[in-house]
């Protein structure tokens, strides 16, 4: 059982825009920065936003994040074939340091 | 060009304690800021955050894994190294190490390319 919960699957069609959602509370998300990971498969997980809304040097505009209370959220515009992969979450919790969402597989169609 | 690798032992038994290493290049454990952290993964199953240490040996551990783990640095060898005893097969796992900066503010932004440690007897 994750401290943030995201679903567990999405998709889309390719050019679609899709959102993941990630829930938590207001000892994390609510009270501080959110990440974004993306993990394709078989290989390590890589920083895709950080400090809710910032991208990392060389990760496609595409990528955008979003938090507004104790909520975040993940939008993948143009959707592609190399988008499909496992999205996770993660917050510093002020009681738990970091926590992870449970994950989401995004499918592309 | 920052680079993590873990190196340890692919099985061990249960009550067995693990070591891994995390030898890195490309930036210092001694400058302010810079943590490296280990997080695991289950077989197809989500990360978990386990400890972190930073550049001034400020430790953080996952509670309720706490008792089992203890995590140190070796500046001069550009290595951190997690312990974790008592290991069951539940703690079946890719373990990865990751650094950070800014005290975490950039979150996890180079990984290594993790390894699997299998518990079984």
């Known amino acids: 059982q994750s401290v943030l919960t995201q679903p567990p699957s999405a998709s889309g069609t390719p050019g679609q825009r899709v959102t993941i959602s990630c829930s938590g509370s207001?000892?994390?998300?609510?009270?501080?920065?959110v990440y974004w990971y993306q993990q394709l498969p078989g290989t390590a997980p890589k920083l895709l936003i950080y400090?809710?809304?910032q991208r990392p040097s060389g990760v496609p505009d595409r990528f955008s994040g979003s938090k507004s209370g104790t909520s975040a959220s993940l939008a993948i515009s143009g959707l592609r074939s190399e988008d499909e992969a496992d999205y996770y979450c993660?917050?510093?919790?002020?009681?738990?340091?970091?926590?992870f969402g449970g994950g989401t597989k995004l499918t592309v169609l | 060009q920052i680079t993590l690798k873990e190196s340890g032992p692919t099985l061990v038994k249960p009550t067995q304690t693990l070591t891994l290493t995390c030898t890195f290049s490309?930036?210092?454990?001694?400058?302010?800021?810079?943590?490296v952290g280990w997080i695991r993964q289950p077989p197809g199953k989500a990360l978990e955050w386990l400890a972190l240490?930073?550049?001034?040996?400020?430790?953080r551990y996952s509670p309720s894994l706490k008792s089992r783990l203890t995590i140190t640095k070796d500046t001069s060898k550009n290595q951190v190294v997690l312990t974790m005893t008592n290991m069951d097969p539940v703690d079946t796992a890719t373990y990865y190490c990751?650094?950070?900066?800014?005290?975490?503010?950039?979150?996890?932004?180079?990984w290594g390319q993790g390894t699997l440690v299998t518990v079984s007897s």
């Open positions: 240490i930073y550049w001034n040996d400020d430790k």
């Open positions: 993660a917050a510093w919790d002020d009681s738990l340091p970091w926590v």
């Open positions: 207001s000892s994390n998300i609510g009270s501080n920065y």
């Open positions: 400090r809710n809304n």
């Open positions: 990751a650094h950070t900066t800014d005290y975490g503010d950039y979150g996890f932004d180079y």
């Open positions: 490309g930036f210092s454990l001694s400058t302010s800021g810079v943590g």
